[in-house]
């Protein structure tokens, strides 16, 4: 099976990299030429623009930033939509919100193609490991011919209907992490200004009601200051807002969540945004006492 593969970040890269190790001929382009040559080196082959890519493979598979980056590479010149006609499809697996998919959505099939969106759960080591959840809503034609690809990069696929549904569902899961890793980074100090041991309190949580994958993983780091970024903490600020905004249009209070978000707020105006999303733990670190 050939698919093309636009944006190789730090998930584009492992995602594209797996489906090239199990026998997918993938042509790639990212917008920062150089990223694409361990692909190549790998296998893959360049396609010069978006629409060249596009233009090659009966599907594409976008992993962009954010929705801006994701409405420039379909809508700009030699973007996507310069290449798509009937026959192709087009799967867009960044985290953005439904506006911006349903906008995709709507000048792609307008041109003839067919669109998926399939935003995923799961950070870098998940991509590598091909243990991805992924969260697909839009043309269900499209969802089947995708599942060998699916089935590749994820341990399990959602077909959740209309496009939106996808996005919305990622924005409500990471809405949800973005508030537990500030809880997380409060507990943390707390136990350390009041004199108990932050490994202690791992230790604790793991065995509780709250235990989870993502303490356990990020716990130890966040202790020893690594902010290694596996998830960038400007995109999780970025889902943050968009969750919000979900929240103002169905008039649903989330007074957590909006904290949560000024914290991340604040991780960037410290300088913070490429740092993994656990650095939000320097907000509340740096207001410790000088005198302690
Ligand atoms: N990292 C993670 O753990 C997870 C991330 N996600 C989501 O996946 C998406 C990608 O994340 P991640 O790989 O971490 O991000 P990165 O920041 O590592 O990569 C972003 C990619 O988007 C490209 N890009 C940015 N702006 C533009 C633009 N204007 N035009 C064209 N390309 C652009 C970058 O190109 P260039 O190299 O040139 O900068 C790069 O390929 C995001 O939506 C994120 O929220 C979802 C699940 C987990
Ligand atoms: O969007 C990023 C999600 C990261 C994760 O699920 O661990």
Redesign the pocket.
């Known amino acids: 099976m050939e698919v093309g593969f636009l944006?190789?970040?730090?998930?584009?890269?492992a995602m594209s990299m797996n489906l090239l190790k199990h026998g997918f001929k993938v042509t790639v382009w990212?917008?920062?030429l150089s990223?694409c040559d361990e692909l190549v080196e790998h296998g893959a082959t360049v396609g010069e623009t978006p629409a060249a890519v596009v233009k090659k493979c009966k599907y594409t598979i976008a992993?962009?930033?954010?929705p801006?980056?994701a409405l420039?590479?379909v809508f700009e010149k030699d973007g996507v939509l310069d290449g798509i006609c009937s026959g192709k499809g087009y799967i867009d697996?960044?985290?953005?919100d439904d506006e911006t998919s349903t906008k995709i959505s709507e000048a792609i099939t307008t041109k003839g193609g067919s669109f998926l969106e399939a935003?995923?759960?799961?950070?870098?080591k998940p991509?590598e490991d091909g243990q991805l959840v992924i969260l697909a809503a839009g043309e269900k034609a499209l969802y089947e011919e995708a599942i060998p690809a699916f089935d590749i990069m994820g341990k399990k696929s959602f077909f959740l209907g209309p496009v939106g549904n996808g996005a919305k569902m990622?924005l409500v899961v990471n809405m949800v992490m973005g508030s537990m890793m500030n809880a997380f980074s409060e507990g943390l100090e707390l136990a350390d200004k009041s004199g108990l041991d932050p490994q202690t309190l791992l230790a604790v949580l793991d065995l509780g009601a709250i235990s989870n994958p993502m303490f356990r993983l990020k716990g130890p780091t966040m202790i020893q200051g690594n902010y290694s970024?596996?998830?960038?903490l400007k995109?999780q600020q970025?889902?943050m807002r968009l969750a919000l905004a979900l929240g103002d249009e169905n008039a649903v209070p989330m007074p957590v969540a909006a904290a949560a978000n000024e914290a991340f707020k604040k991780a960037r105006s410290m300088g913070l945004g490429d740092k993994d999303f656990s650095a939000v733990y320097e907000t509340v670190r740096q207001f410790k006492p000088s005198s302690s």
């Open positions: 944006g190789l970040g730090i998930m584009g890269k990212n917008r920062t990223k992993m962009l930033s954010d801006a980056a420039a590479v697996m960044s985290t953005v935003p995923v759960s799961g950070s870098k991509a990622k970024p596996a998830f960038p995109h970025k889902d």
